[in-house]
């Protein structure tokens, strides 16, 4: 059984940074790929960016020069540092197991203009 935890999402102004964190529970976290999703109001859910266990990612090309997602897997913990935020990311963020069925819970970031 994994859980997922996520939290740091909040309101913004555009410009502005957060970093939303992912805490994971359950074994072989280091070696799974883990993934931020994000869905707007009215829109499907998105791949944001994804990280293997060995640290290679990838990224929307929206995000691309704006998010970093890192992991730290002494912690069982995954990180989206959102820098240069405008209102087109405003969204509920999720993070996930890609392949496993295991999401988190959600959390909100807002962007204001």
């Known amino acids: 059984q994994v859980q997922l935890v996520e939290s740091g999402g909040g309101l913004v102004q555009a410009g502005g940074s957060l970093r939303l964190s992912c805490a994971a529970s359950?074994?072989?976290?280091?070696?799974?790929?883990m993934a931020w999703y994000r869905q707007a109001p009215g829109k499907q859910r998105e791949l944001v960016a994804s990280?293997?266990?060995?640290?290679?990612?990838n990224y929307v090309d929206s995000v691309k020069g704006r998010f970093t997602i890192s992991r730290d897997n002494a912690k069982k913990t995954m990180y989206l540092q959102m820098n240069s935020l405008k209102p087109d990311d405003t969204a509920l963020y999720y993070c996930?197991?890609?392949?496993?069925?295991?999401w988190g819970q959600g959390t909100q970031v807002t962007v204001s203009s």
């Open positions: 990280i293997t266990g060995v640290g290679q990612t």
């Open positions: 996930t197991q890609p392949g496993t069925g295991y």
């Open positions: 359950g074994t072989f976290f280091s070696v799974r790929t």
